[in-house]
């Protein structure tokens, strides 16, 4: 069974960076797609960014490509996402998820794993 644990959250002022970790175990995370989706309260949960499996590529929901990465550090097994020059916008929960199958997806459903989420609060 694969775990998904998120950390790296907290409070930041507008401007500010935050790195969040993703720890993986029970498998791999080269064997799946990995994404990060936030959820704002009263909001859907949101694409934000996710990387393919085999190929590497990373895709970015345009809000926040060029503030944004993802890195994995596959030793640790863990998937990174480093977001700088935040913005209030960018409040939310945030998950990790893994999916296996199928081309690299934006949509929730298509997943497999996910981790609590860990919460980001951006203040003005």
């Known amino acids: 069974q694969v775990q998904l644990v998120e950390s790296g959250g907290g409070l930041v002022q507008a401007g500010g960076s935050l790195r969040l970790s993703c720890a993986v175990s029970g498998r791999s995370l080269t064997s799946y797609h990995m994404g990060w989706f936030r959820q704002a309260p009263g909001k859907e949960r949101e694409f934000v960014a996710a990387?393919?499996?085999?190929?590497?590529?990373?895709q970015y929901t345009d809000s926040v490509r060029g503030r944004f990465a993802i890195s994995v550090d596959n030793a640790k097994n863990t998937m990174y996402l480093q977001m700088n020059s935040l913005i209030p916008d960018d409040t939310a929960d945030y998950y990790c998820a893994a999916g296996r199958f199928g081309p690299l997806s934006r949509t929730p459903s298509t997943y497999d794993y996910w981790g609590q989420g860990t919460q980001v609060t951006v203040s003005s």
């Open positions: 990387r393919h499996r085999l190929t590497g590529v990373i």
